[in-house]
């Protein structure tokens, strides 16, 4: 069946801009999460969602960064007046079940590049 | 808090040969999870090994094996009859599988691994 995919593959776009960045994880998954793989950081989560809620959001470096997720499927996430630091890439990982057996399936990720 | 260290930036390995990443973490916690994810060029993070902290059997899949030493919080990945397709960035990752567990991994800096012909 289809991976996890992810919108845009590339985005270049200005410092000061919103950017909104897309996750389409596996049919039927119900725990999805948000990484980010930066030089200097390395890969480091952002969120977790279970279902539409979020119950860990302690990755998100500052208040400009936001996610939802919306009938238990497509999540987004927002960055708001980005900035040069934010220049990453941002991965989606689904998986089947809120349990900590089950493997994460990445998506390709996301290249955001702030000029 | 849970840290996942990879003390390997760069790794080569003539192709047939045997390589060993290594990996080490710091956790508090008696139970939990530790994977080996593979990213080649492509960006796309593929688990390559599972383990159980609970289980003393070290895990293998194919070409892949692990040596898992709970004491010493030690978990290395050991490849075997290399291949070129091998060739890819290795996360070592840590996840807590206690009570609160939210299922979010925690990752080393990664070991870029090339295979040569």
């Known amino acids: 069946g289809a991976g996890v995919s992810q919108s845009p593959s590339n985005k270049v776009t200005e410092k000061g801009k919103d950017v909104e960045l897309r996750c389409d994880p596996i049919?039927?998954?119900?725990?999805l999460y948000w990484y980010r793989q930066s030089l200097g950081q390395g890969l480091e989560f952002l969120i977790y969602f279970q279902g539409n809620s979020a119950p860990d959001k302690s990755g998100l470096p500052s208040d400009r960064f936001s996610a939802e997720r919306t009938g238990g499927s497509v999540s987004t996430l927002t960055i708001q007046r980005t900035q040069q630091e934010d220049s990453a890439v941002y991965l989606c990982a689904s998986s089947l079940l809120w349990d900590r057996s089950y493997e994460q399936y990445f998506g390709p990720g996301t290249r955001l590049t702030v000029t | 808090a849970q840290t996942v260290t990879q003390s390997q930036p760069e790794m080569s390995v003539q192709e047939a040969e045997t390589v060993t990443l290594s990996c080490t973490y710091d956790?508090?916690?008696?139970?939990?999870?530790l994977f080996w994810y593979k990213q080649p060029p492509s960006r796309q993070m593929i688990l390559v090994i599972r383990?159980?902290?609970?289980?003393?059997q070290n895990a293998t899949e194919n070409r892949f094996s692990v040596n898992f030493q709970k004491a010493a919080k030690s978990f290395s990945l050991k490849i075997s009859d290399s291949q070129l397709g091998d060739t890819a960035m290795y996360f070592c990752?840590?996840?807590?599988?206690?009570?609160?567990?939210?299922?979010?991994?925690?990752f080393g800096q990664g070991t870029t691994l090339q295979v040569k012909p």
């Open positions: 383990q159980e902290a609970y289980k003393q």
């Open positions: 956790t508090s916690e008696n139970n939990y999870y």
């Open positions: 049919s039927g998954h119900t725990a």
């Open positions: 990752a840590f996840m807590n599988s206690g009570s609160s567990n939210t299922g979010k991994l925690i």
